[in-house]
């Protein structure tokens, strides 16, 4: 167990609609990374906040946002969704906002756009 | 964007054997990682390497770091079907990871 709790576990949803996906991060980490898996394919960087501020962002659509909460949860929105928005979302947390930390990821979050 | 490349894409092998899969990159790294991700589950820390030609052995693993720090490798020995999973390498402290490596161990 990571300790990274993510919500739900499986999401189906239909085109056009937006969908929240919801992290804990585990016990005492301030960095929350969320990444896009597609098809058993490396993962993609989305965004990294730390301490509730953004820090890093990758290839993040306009169509999706996250935002990091004082009690230091993440929540990934995703909207207008797209047949191509289908894959895992993984989020990661460590205790530090870069450097050698590990990341601890969860068990990811399973979207479906049908 | 630094990029980093890993080979093979798929490799599947029978149990007892060695293996060798690489991560490569024209960007030089401060650090690499590797982790192994089982179906369903997030991926897991193997290792870290920091120091160019730096060599870490995690049991039947060993992790190479490049001199120039632009690439790495992991080396399996006797693969046991437990070893079966999906192996990334990731840099630039989590914010880049490779394309990976789906490893299959045959018993």
């Known amino acids: 167990d990571s300790g990274v709790t993510q919500t739900p576990k499986h999401l189906i949803t239909a085109t056009g609609q937006r969908v929240t996906l919801r992290c804990s991060p585990r016990?005492?980490?301030?960095?929350v990374y969320w990444y896009q898996q597609s098809l058993d394919q490396g993962l993609q960087f989305l965004i990294q906040?730390?301490?509730?501020?953004?820090?890093a962002k990758g290839n993040i659509l306009e169509r999706f946002s996250a935002q990091q909460f004082p009690d230091l949860h993440s929540e990934l929105n995703l909207s207008s969704l797209e047949l191509g928005d289908s894959a895992l979302y993984f989020c990661?947390?460590?205790?530090?906002?870069?450097?050698?930390?590990?990341?601890?990821f969860g068990n990811g979050t399973r979207l479906t756009v049908t | 964007t630094q990029l980093l490349e890993q080979s093979p894409q798929f490799l599947s092998i029978q149990e007892g054997e060695n293996l060798t899969v690489y991560c490569n990159s024209s960007?030089?790294?401060?650090?690499l990682q590797w982790y192994r991700q089982e179906p369903g589950e997030g991926p897991v820390l193997l290792v870290t390497?920091?120091?160019?030609?730096e060599v870490k052995k995690l049991k039947r693993l060993t992790f190479q770091f490049g001199d120039a720090r632009k690439d790495s490798s992991l080396h399996i020995t006797a693969a046991q079907p437990g070893d079966t999973g999906l192996y990334l390498c990731?840099?630039?402290?989590?914010?880049?990871f490779g394309t990976g490596t789906r490893l299959t161990i045959i018993p």
């Open positions: 990661a947390s460590s205790p530090q906002q870069g450097g050698r930390s590990p990341l601890h």
């Open positions: 016990s005492g980490d301030l960095s």
């Open positions: 906040y730390y301490n509730g501020e953004e820090r």
């Open positions: 960007s030089v790294f401060s650090s």
């Open positions: 390497v920091v120091t160019g030609g």
């Open positions: 990731a840099g630039d402290a989590g914010l880049t």
